[in-house]
């Protein structure tokens, strides 16, 4: 029961974005066709009035705003999200070229950053007080309170230029053919590596301090001095009492900032041209796209309410007290 409702919840919230996401883009300044005729870009076009006529009916947005708005709803429902005005190919097909990319460095970034985040944090709240947790607060606040381009930049210098040991930009080597699958993987590998570590750098500081206050909370708890009084070791009690207990807003947290890590590797995309969907919004706001604008805007909405569904069901699992509220 507690499953359908929150469906049923979901489904609401999702048609409610959708709409949002439709209306955001037309209300941006300038229209879908202003980056031809713009004197500021790089190859600007004379365009008449009866040309631009024939192209907005060509994108379909020469119709009411009500009946577009129709045929963007009954498209979605159809898995079709329609032509890109900038790149001149289906929505959906952009989206997954460059879908692919963002899912390897944010999933990559995300598990990595949330798994050093709850072992930092718990060892730091283990040992309240002492040098070890000293040096993690002073060490966690000094890096996570740079922005993420800003540690992009800095790595880029110092990895790059100076070192020379990573890539400067894209997801793979252009033009390059491998000898076999394993140095595929190894070249995606190098070129992920910077990206990944300006992303875990810039994130890993929410995830540990959450996890400390935590975990603070949790060993002040009844049951954690019940099970000193047993006998149990100190090690059984952190991993299988304090820190399964004190997962529960790290839950939320991660579900919370899914989408904004997809939106938010827009800088670090740019720093190293990655080629992620950060990048292609980037694009799509720059040219006023407006159908590729809604594709992205839908892969976001997808992307926060299936984590947040995904985090209700963990709760529960978690606490199962949740499935009966």
Do not use: C
Not at 20 to 26: A, H, T, V
Not at 106 to 111: N, P
Not at 196 to 215: D, E, K, P, Q
Not at 244 to 273: D, R, S, W
């Amino acid at each position: 029961m507690h499953q359908i409702s929150k469906l049923a919840y979901y489904f609401v919230i999702v048609l409610i974005i959708l709409s949002i996401n439709f209306f955001l883009p037309r209300v941006m300044p300038g229209d879908a066709l202003s980056y031809l005729t713009d004197p500021g870009a790089d190859m600007p076009v004379r365009m008449t009035e009866e040309k631009g006529e024939i192209l907005l009916a060509y994108y379909g947005l020469d119709k009411p705003l009500s009946e577009q708005y129709i045929n963007y709803m009954v498209g979605i429902i159809r898995g079709d999200l329609g032509l890109s005005i900038y790149y001149n190919d289906p929505v959906l097909e952009v989206i997954l070229s460059r879908m692919k990319w963002t899912l390897l460095l944010v999933g990559t970034s995300t598990a990595i950053y949330i798994t050093l985040g709850i072992l930092l944090g718990a060892t730091s709240a283990w040992a309240r007080g002492r040098k070890k947790d000293m040096a993690l607060l002073i060490s966690i606040l000094s890096i996570s309170s740079f922005p993420s381009f800003f540690i992009g930049i800095l790595m880029v210098i110092f990895f790059v230029v100076k070192l020379g040991i990573f890539p400067l930009s894209g997801a793979q080597t252009a033009f390059a053919t491998y000898s076999n699958p394993l140095e595929e993987i190894f070249d995606i590998l190098h070129h992920l590596v910077l990206p990944a570590a300006t992303l875990i750098i810039s994130h890993i500081g929410g995830t540990y301090f959450l996890m400390r206050n935590s975990m603070l909370g949790v060993l002040g708890e009844d049951y954690i001095m019940t099970a000193r009084a047993k006998g149990l070791s100190e090690r059984y009690i952190l991993h299988k009492h304090a820190i399964k207990n004190a997962l529960l807003p790290i839950v939320t947290m991660t579900a919370m900032t899914a989408g904004f890590m997809v939106t938010g590797t827009i800088f670090v995309e740019m720093v190293y041209a990655y080629p992620g969907i950060g990048n292609l919004l980037y694009n799509a706001v720059s040219y006023n796209d407006y159908p590729l604008l809604q594709g992205i805007f839908l892969f976001i909405t997808i992307t926060i309410v299936g984590a947040n569904f995904i985090a209700d069901m963990i709760y529960i699992r978690l606490d199962p007290r949740v499935n009966h509220e």
